[in-house]
């Protein structure tokens, strides 16, 4: 099973000192955060895609890029690739080259966003989100699968015999997750596609997120790719964790109190009570990030939000120090009820390249023996 870490890249005064970093602080703390991320044996590292203040990721596969020339061995992905306000050529061609400066260390996760200036900052309409995430996302395999491109949509100019360079890295495209909090149509797009789908699992209790991740499996199974507990699904989550529970709390209450994300909302005790926020000590991580396959099943990626809020770049990075203490105890918790014929992580570069190359070798087998 795939653990990492995912960044909104937020820049966000820290409520017990006032200080606020600057864009470059905050943008070089993403970058040490990737390298300590693989330090201490962590698989994954996905960033969002923001437009807006106080977000600062706006470009994911420059930040990704430098990251691959910093790192071996990391997964490198997105927490969310907008499909709606981006065009899907720039898409394919910005990720396929990522693929090869990376040697395939990428996936990506696509999503429709959730701020609504942003669409018409990219000459889009949020009215027109779901049909946009469909065309948008059938254009994308299409420039992935087909080296000429003859097409015609809604939302963009037709292309005519198009070709999208470079070409995805050994011909096969990377693999692609569909993340959603709230829109079935999305799951289903996943599913139709044998694609990945995740759920952030941050903002509300686990049953909000279990009807979409049960509806993927379902409809992934419909559309022939296997059963439905071996669909590839992904999850948010967050914690904070010291030594000692109760300096857990202390230390990230101010913090909790003025996220952007959920400040000035629920009480941190009611919060971490009814979603999956953990504050505490480390086994107490264990014991809950444990509870979610009670919820949703066997799952390939555990995903964390450690970074936000202001906390300083010392304590981030503190507990990635405590994350990878417990990643041993985290794996071998969840393989020991997986059944072996479930998927425990998602496709992989070289997975995806041995599966096309057994697929051609046994067309040429059909054709020689016909």
Request: aromatic share 10%; charged share 20%.
């Amino acid at each position: 099973m795939q653990f990492g870490i995912f960044t909104v890249g937020d820049v966000t005064r820290d409520p017990t000192t006032g200080r606020v970093p600057t864009e470059h602080e905050r943008i070089k703390a993403m970058v040490a955060l990737a390298e300590h991320a693989e330090a201490v044996g962590l698989d994954v590292f996905a960033t969002g895609e923001h437009h807006n203040p106080p977000f600062v990721p706006s470009s994911p596969t420059t930040l990704l890029g430098h990251i691959a020339a910093r790192t071996e061995r990391l997964v490198l992905s997105t927490s969310t690739t907008l499909i709606t306000t981006n065009d899907p050529v720039k898409i394919a061609e910005d990720y396929a080259m990522l693929q090869h400066l990376a040697d395939g260390r990428v996936d990506l996760m696509l999503g429709r966003g959730n701020t609504a200036p942003v669409y018409p900052w990219f000459g889009q309409d949020i009215n027109q989100s779901v049909p946009l995430t469909v065309e948008h996302y059938q254009l994308l395999r299409t420039l992935w699968d087909n080296e000429v491109v003859d097409w015609e949509g809604r939302f963009r100019t037709p292309l005519h015999g198009f070709t999208s360079t470079p070409r995805p890295l050994d011909g096969v495209a990377p693999f692609v997750w569909h993340g959603s909090i709230r829109t079935p149509e999305v799951a289903e797009i996943a599913a139709y596609f044998g694609d990945g789908f995740f759920a952030n699992n941050i903002f509300w209790p686990p049953s909000h997120y279990t009807k979409l991740i049960n509806l993927y499996r379902q409809r992934f199974e419909h559309y022939g790719h296997g059963r439905a507990d071996q669909a590839i699904v992904g999850l948010g989550g967050q914690f904070f964790m010291r030594r000692r529970s109760q300096d857990a709390w202390n230390e990230f209450r101010p913090y909790f109190d003025e996220a952007p994300v959920y400040g000035h909302g629920p009480s941190m005790e009611d919060f971490t009570a009814q979603t999956p926020l953990t504050v505490g000590s480390p086994q107490e991580v264990v014991e809950k990030t444990l509870t979610f396959r009670e919820h949703f099943g066997d799952y390939q990626r555990q995903l964390f939000l450690v970074d936000h809020a202001g906390l300083p770049q010392k304590t981030v990075l503190e507990q990635l120090d405590l994350l990878g203490e417990i990643l041993p105890d985290l794996r071998k918790g969840f393989d020991e009820l997986r059944p072996a014929d479930v998927p425990s992580d998602p496709p992989s570069h070289a997975s995806r390249v041995a599966a096309k190359l057994a697929t051609e070798a046994g067309e040429d087998v059909a054709v020689t023996a016909g």
